[in-house]
């Protein structure tokens, strides 16, 4: 199957760090995405994970450990303006499915 | 410049209508996407074109139909469409098909998406 789970909402305080999780079968992976998208928009790329390791994009990092089929999105000095959903997508033989989306919210 | 350009922003049709969904970029992406996202859902694939052609077309209804007149435009043409298919549709494009080596080159970047409303 192509199950890719995430949380479904999390909570967060402004100027602090969250990490979301994001887990998926492994067979014939081929690479993972991390996609921002605030209401009403179109989702905006944030980075991408083709080897293991951690791969960092100013206030954001993401994580993956294609064995255990497990990346993480990290995200830092967090600010209202994160709050967002986080989409985590994976690329098998079928080009960007995604994962149901992990809706962030940060308060003051 | 990672522009996808998609037109209209929002369009509302009736079910007896006939009309289509815009999408042009200028990056000289050879892959070109549809996809559908309903309110509070993630989203779905609908069709893949590599090289002008189609090489993905996710069992999605007749009613959808894809064109891709050349390597920089994508067309949805839409008929006889139910209230069930109002959603948020979005095209994307990246340099080569997504499901070839992913690096850099191979993001997948979406346009603004055109808000459609089935009346």
């Known amino acids: 199957g192509q199950n890719i789970d995430q949380p479904t909402e999390m909570t967060a305080t402004e100027g602090a760090i969250v990490q979301i999780n994001c887990t998926y079968q492994t067979s014939g992976f081929n690479g993972l995405f991390w996609y921002q998208q605030h209401a009403g928009e179109a989702p905006t790329f944030l980075s991408y994970n083709v080897l293991d390791g951690l791969e960092e994009k100013g206030r954001f990092s993401s994580f993956l450990s294609r064995s255990k089929g497990y990346s993480y999105l990290l995200l830092k000095e967090l600010q209202m303006k994160d709050s967002a959903s986080y989409l985590c997508a994976v690329v098998r033989n079928t080009p960007l499915v995604f994962g149901k989306g992990t809706r962030l919210s940060v308060i003051a | 410049d990672t522009e996808v350009t998609q037109t209209p922003k929002h369009l509302v049709m009736g079910m007896t209508n006939k009309k289509s969904l815009k999408c042009e970029q200028h990056m000289g992406h050879r892959a070109m996407y549809w996809y559908k996202q309903k309110a509070k859902k993630p989203p779905e694939l609908m069709f893949v074109?590599?090289?002008?052609?189609?090489?993905i077309n996710e069992s999605v209804p007749s009613r959808f139909s894809p064109e891709c007149p050349n390597s920089s435009l994508l067309n949805l043409h839409l008929h006889a469409l139910q209230p069930e298919d109002s959603a948020l549709y979005l095209c994307?494009?990246?340099?080569?098909?997504?499901?070839?080596?992913?690096?850099?080159?191979?993001?997948?970047?979406f346009g603004e998406g055109s808000w459609l409303t089935v009346v």
């Open positions: 074109y590599s090289y002008e052609k189609l090489s």
């Open positions: 994307a494009s990246s340099q080569d098909d997504a499901r070839d080596r992913v690096n850099s080159g191979n993001t997948i970047y």
